[in-house]
């Protein structure tokens, strides 16, 4: 099972009735090996292609209810690193979440992908 299928089965109750059928690969998984992180990773990055992509794992959803549940899972995978105490790893993904709206906000959109490439590497 891939880390982004096992976002699926973690997140919200209500949001299982739009799960994709077949979410497709994780993007970290060659970058990350420890499976927390990767699920980590997977959960915020799904969380931030429903604020500002197409996400992969998640269908038919409007957009306010897109952006309610991209907090969700933004709040997922944060609340994972810090129940195991790794504030470190919360600091790098507050700061990713907060540098990739900026860059979105301000038209950079390709910026983000670097941005979360660099904090994959991290975190690995």
Do not use: C, K
Not at 63 to 72: F, H, I, M, Q
Not at 87 to 111: F, H, K, N, W, Y
């Amino acid at each position: 099972m891939s880390a982004l299928r096992d976002v699926v089965q973690a997140a919200d109750p209500s949001l299982r009735e739009y799960a994709a059928a077949d979410p497709g690969p994780d993007r970290f998984s060659g970058t990350v090996e420890d499976p927390g992180r990767l699920f980590v990773l997977e959960a915020v990055y799904e969380g931030y292609l429903m604020h500002y992509g197409r996400p992969r794992a998640f269908i038919g959803m409007d957009p306010d209810l897109s952006l309610l549940a991209g907090d969700s899972l933004y709040a997922l995978g944060l609340s994972r690193l810090a129940a195991n105490g790794d504030l470190e790893a919360v600091g790098e993904l507050a700061d990713l979440i907060s540098e990739t709206a900026r860059a979105q906000a301000e038209g950079r959109p390709d910026d983000a992908d670097g941005l979360w490439l660099r904090t994959a590497r991290t975190l690995s």
